[in-house]
Nanobody, 115 residues
Framework: QVQLVESGGGLVQAGGSLRLSCAASGRFFDAHVMGWYRQAPGKERELVGSITEGSTTNYADSVKGRFTISRDNAKKTMYLQMSSLKPEDTAIYYC?????????WGQGTQVTVSS
């Protein structure tokens, strides 16, 4: 069982930056593929990016070059560094952990980018 808690969301002006954190509890954090998803009002949840247990990252085209995912296995924490934020980045951001057939979600953190 893995519990995930996101933090770091808030209100920021367009062009600004935010760093989200996802703190995990439970076993085998370093073996999980971790991901960030987001859901904007009226839209489906979409993948922002992911990071494997070996720290290989993958990003949605909409955030490439602006967002960076990293992980600190010793702290059981994943990060999402967001820069050059746009109003269309406004959403609830969710942390996800997956290992074999198991997947876990955090409760989400709101990011609002004003124009």
């Amino acid at each position: 069982q893995v519990q995930l808690v996101e933090s770091g969301g808030g209100l920021v002006q367009a062009g600004g930056s935010l760093r989200l954190s996802c703190a995990a509890s439970g076993r085998f954090f370093d073996a999980h593929v971790m991901g960030w998803y987001r859901q904007a009002p009226g839209k489906e949840r979409e993948l922002v990016g992911s990071i494997t247990e070996g720290s290989t990252t993958n990003y949605a085209d909409s955030v490439k070059g602006r967002f960076t995912i990293s992980r600190d296995n010793a702290k059981k924490t994943m990060y999402l560094q967001m820069s050059s934020l746009k109003p269309e980045d406004t959403a609830i951001y969710y942390c996800n952990a997956a290992l074999n057939k198991y997947t876990y979600w955090g409760q989400g953190t709101q990011v609002t980018v004003s124009s």
